[in-house]
């Protein structure tokens, strides 16, 4: 004990305001409402078969659920068709949100300003340039 610690009058703290309750915070939590996804159904099966069930970045097997549907050009545009679309790995997902800069460069990014994505190639399991076409094939760039 140091000296003058007996002399410290000790109070007790009492709260003015009532703690809020964790379950209420965790239902509203769980409540709240996620936008609707815009990519249907059915591009998304046909982004799975162009991919082949692979990362069209990385080259990764794809399982059923461990899978994005990134936009190449922000979702603001209102672009959900195959042509703006990449079936990619969540790590890859992560990694082209994180590096902006080198998305682009490997096609994965646009900008929003682009007209046509589906004109601009993409280094397809970063070994070959593509062009994503509407009908969800790849055309190979000269």
């Keep these: ?11 007790r703290l009492v709260r003015r305001t ?7 915070m965790a239902r509203t939590r769980l409540t709240a409402k996620r936008a609707p996804d815009p990519v ?21 097997e ?5 899978w994005d549907a990134s936009h190449r050009a922000a979702r603001r545009t209102q672009l ?11 790590p890859c997902h992560a ?5 902006w800069t080198l998305g682009e ?18 280094l397809l399991h970063r070994s070959r340039w593509v062009r994503l076409t509407a009908d969800g094939h790849y055309e190979d760039v000269e």
């Design 80 to 90: 959900h068709d195959v042509t703006n679309l990449c079936c990619i790995c969540r």
């Design 18 to 24: 009532p703690l809020r309750r964790v379950a209420a």
């Design 105 to 122: 460069a490997e096609g994965f990014r646009v900008s929003t300003h682009a007209k046509d994505p589906g004109a601009l190639p993409v």
């Design 95 to 99: 990694w082209v949100e994180s590096y």
């Design 62 to 66: 794809l399982y059923a659920f461990g």
């Design 40 to 60: 249907t159904p059915a591009v998304r099966r046909l982004l799975w078969q162009r991919a082949q069930g692979r990362c069209e970045r990385c080259g990764e």
């Design 1 to 11: 004990m140091g000296p003058g610690r007996d002399a410290v009058k000790r109070t």
